[in-house]
């Protein structure tokens, strides 16, 4: 298994990794009853989101997703476009997945962490699956409740600790 692309989270005009939801991904594109299929053994997933704080609400800023279904009784898959998101109609790509979607601004009501990381350091890249929070220079976990922003917690010093530095 080859190391896995990562979704992304916008803070402060920086493009931070996300690390790790929990509970669990407030996003699932199971809710919009299709299943994403893998995009490459880079992303088993089959699909990659872009959030941001938007008035320090946790939003869903664009999406790129591999959406296929299978073409009668012939064994052969071919791509479908997927359904809108939010009023957002996905774009037909012809690369890596194929369906983009932008200016999603989704906004979620929910309560978790998020944790997100930003200055990936090269010597630490694991070939298999996601990279570790300890591989990054800084990393931050945002507390959300009910979808806004309560608490962000720099753990850059803790990762650093775990590395030895």
């Not at 298994?1 to 407030?26: K, Y």
Request: hydrophobic residues 35%; negative net charge.
């Amino acid at each position: 298994m080859t190391g896995q692309m990562s979704s992304t989270m916008i803070l402060d005009r920086v493009r931070w990794t996300i690390i790790d939801f929990r509970p669990e991904c407030p996003f699932n594109w199971e809710d919009y009853d299709v299943r994403p299929v893998n995009a490459s053994s880079a992303c088993w997933a089959g699909h990659l989101e872009v959030y941001s704080l938007r008035n320090n609400r946790l939003n869903l800023k664009e999406s790129s997703v591999n959406l296929y279904e299978e073409e009668g009784d012939s064994g052969e898959w071919k791509p479908v476009v997927g359904p809108d998101v939010n009023g957002v109609s996905a774009e037909r790509l012809d690369s890596l997945f194929n369906n983009q979607y932008n200016g999603i601004n989704l906004r979620f009501d929910w309560d978790g962490d998020i944790v997100v990381a930003t200055g990936f350091i090269d010597e630490m890249y694991v070939h298999m699956g996601h990279q570790s929070p300890d591989a990054f220079e800084r990393v931050n976990r945002l507390e959300f409740k009910a979808g806004r922003l309560v608490n962000r917690v720099d753990m850059s010093d803790v990762a650093a600790e775990r590395r030895g530095d």
